[in-house]
């Protein structure tokens, strides 16, 4: 039989443009959010970090907000690249209060148009 | 510095059978975890070893199961196989001494059960 299969959500961006992909966490209880890329046969790599007692963070070219009162990560690339092309995953790390356990999205494809 | 290793790259099975799959951490690196990434279902946790000893594992059955050797190399066993365990295994690794510190992943194994 056909089987069909979930489909991510994607984003489609021109090169050179500024990308925002969103994420809604679950657990009030977490203090600690990741944002991991996962490039076409290969395993997730870490991008970034948070903590909840903060409201931002940048990297090269990457940043992070946080949201506590409303439960939403999001993470901004600017002047997005082919290479940047991928599927995000953000994660928390739930009432473990550790890493031990993170809980993650299902992910966003991001798709970067030259 | 080698990144997380994990071998083999493809395995398929037959239902019934046992797979066995295996993980080298980043050396330094005391604690590895191992992840299940179905297609449409993301990341979901499988188990955690630190030094040796489970520490903690995911929702999943008894047939799943692990170890964690001398030199921190880990093996993830899977008995009496189902058509639904085909996905990919992902190994990753982190310090265990810090509370939260980003996993590094392995490029996974793909198993395939038929």
């Known amino acids: 039989g056909e089987s069909v299969g979930l489909h991510l959500p994607t984003l489609s961006v021109q090169e050179g443009d500024n990308s925002i992909i969103n994420c809604a966490y679950s657990?009030?209880?977490?203090?600690?959010f990741i944002w991991y890329k996962q490039e076409s046969g290969k395993g997730p790599q870490f991008i970034i970090d948070i903590r909840s007692n903060m409201d931002k963070r940048q990297g090269q070219r990457v940043t992070v907000l946080l949201n506590k009162t409303v439960k939403h990560l999001s993470l901004q690339i600017a002047a997005t690249q082919p290479g940047d092309s991928a599927v995000y995953f953000c994660a928390e790390n739930g009432d473990a209060g550790n890493n031990r356990k993170l809980i993650w999205g299902l992910g966003t494809s991001l798709a970067v148009n030259p | 510095e080698a990144g997380v290793t994990q071998s083999p790259t493809h395995l398929i099975k037959t239902r019934g059978q046992q797979a066995t799959l295996r993980c080298s951490p980043i050396s330094g690196h005391t604690s590895v975890y191992w992840y299940q990434q179905a297609l449409g279902l993301g990341l979901q946790f499988l188990l955690w070893?630190?030094?040796?000893?489970?520490?903690n594992r995911g929702n999943f059955p008894p047939r799943f199961s692990g170890r964690q050797f001398p030199n921190y190399s880990s093996e993830l066993n899977v008995n009496a196989l189902e058509l639904e365990d085909s996905a990919l295994y992902l190994c990753a690794s982190s310090s265990s001494g810090s509370y939260n510190s980003p996993l590094h992943f392995g490029n996974g194994t793909r198993l395939t059960v038929t």
């Open positions: 070893y630190d030094e040796g000893e489970e520490r």
């Open positions: 657990n009030s209880a977490s203090d600690y």
